[in-house]
Structures are given as structure tokens and as C-alpha cells.
T-cell receptor
């Protein structure tokens, strides 16, 4: 069966510091991968998605970036965090880009201080 | 108009009650529809897909009305463990659009 891992589970970072969140998927090949952010009291915001290694589509450029160095690895990064980057970051995978269900990892709760 | 709209609630219902949530979507070209459940401080989990003819999974029934562009979720015989936020999800060309969710609290 497929599993999706994210780490760390929680993170407290000062403003201006860098960020690196990692997501890996097991049990499937060539998944579509997604990064979402859920701010307090708000809905899920799609940040990036990827249909293959090195292929990244950006929904909300801001000061975040994403990379997919391996088939089942998706990384979210920032060079300098802002207070507004605080939130619950969720990685998800799916089989079909257009219509398939998405399955989420446990998430990383980021607080920028 | 927002792409997916839901009443945020909260819906407070006693155990055993029947409760229904509605959701409207703006893109008439959407083809796939889902309900997800999200517990407090946890990731969303797929509850059920929504099919054109309507579908049922135990105590849960989902309906789709394409003409009016709304989706519904009916929960019968509510359990305490049904307390959560229910997210309405609609596909777009290259991803999924999530509603902000409807909060349900089932009380003893």
C-alpha cells in the first residue's frame, strides 16, 4: 500500500530564516505531487504541483519554491521566511492529475516568530 | 464567486440526528467531486467520491446536482466520532479546488 511521509511534524523558525520541508511517497511510481498550505481559519491553498521529476508548476510564487529531485520526493523551500508563512503545510499525492483523489501526508505545522 | 463555497457552520447536532451539508461550485466544466473529512490539526482524508447518480457509503450519502452546481452530503444516525470539518472538493483542469469546510459537532 502507498504511504506518504512528511517531516518535521512541527517547526518554529524566526523571520528571515530558511526553510526546507520534505515529503516522500512509498508504494507508487510517478505520482503527481502537491504542496498545500492551510493558514489558521482558512481553506487549503495549493502552492505547487508536480507531474514528474524536475517539473514544477507554481500557483502562488511568493517567497516559496519547490523541487522534485527524485520521483517520490518533493521539497518545499524558502530562503527567507515571513510571518505570513506560518501555517499547516500539507503534501499530497495522486495517480491522475485531472480527476484523481489526492492523499495527504500528516503535515508540518510551521510557526514563524 | 468563489470556486467552491460551503457554509462554515458550526453545525451542532445531537447523537443520532441526521445532518446535511451543501456545497456549490462555479466551474460548470468540473467532472470530479469529493468529500473529505479533516479532524482538528490533522490532514484531510478522503471520505467519499460523489457520482452523478448519487452514492451511499454506510451512513453517508452524497448527491450531485449538475444543473444547479451543488453537491450535498447527508449523514444519518450521527456519531460522536463524526465530529470534524467536512471539505467539499471539485476538480479543475489540473488540480483540485477545496472548499473551506463545514464544521460538525455531534454532542451526547
Amino acid at each position: 500500500s502507498q504511504t506518504i511521509h512528511q517531516w518535521p511534524a512541527t517547526l518554529v523558525q524566526p523571520v528571515g530564516s530558511p526553510l526546507s520541508l520534505e515529503c516522500t511517497v512509498e508504494g507508487t511510481s510517478n505520482p503527481n505531487l502537491y504542496w498545500y498550505r492551510q493558514a489558521a481559519g482558512r481553506g487549503l491553498q495549493l502552492l505547487f504541483y508536480s507531474v514528474g521529476i524536475g517539473q514544477i508548476s507554481s500557483e502562488v510564487p511568493q517567497n516559496l519554491s519547490a523541487s522534485r529531485p527524485q520521483d517520490r520526493q518533493f521539497i518545499l523551500s524558502s530562503k527567507k521566511l515571513l510571518l505570513s508563512d506560518s501555517g499547516f503545510y500539507l503534501c499530497a499525492w495522486s495517480v491522475a492529475l485531472r480527476e484523481g483523489e489526492q492523499y495527504f501526508g500528516p503535515g508540518t505545522r510551521l510557526t514563524v516568530t | 464567486r468563489k470556486e467552491v463555497e460551503q457554509d462554515p457552520g458550526p453545525f451542532n447536532v445531537p447523537e443520532g440526528a441526521t445532518v446535511a451539508f451543501n456545497c456549490t461550485y462555479s466551474n460548470s466544466a468540473s467532472q470530479s467531486f469529493f468529500w473529505y473529512r479533516q479532524d482538528c490539526r490533522k490532514e484531510p482524508k478522503l471520505l467519499m467520491s460523489v457520482y452523478s447518480s448519487g452514492n451511499e457509503d454506510g451512513r453517508f450519502t452524497a448527491q450531485l446536482n449538475r444543473a444547479s452546481q451543488y453537491i450535498s452530503l447527508l449523514i444519518r444516525d450521527s456519531k460522536l466520532s463524526d465530529s470534524a470539518t467536512y471539505l467539499c472538493v471539485v476538480n479543475r483542469a489540473d488540480a483540485l479546488n477545496f472548499g473551506k469546510g463545514t464544521s460538525l459537532l455531534v454532542t451526547p
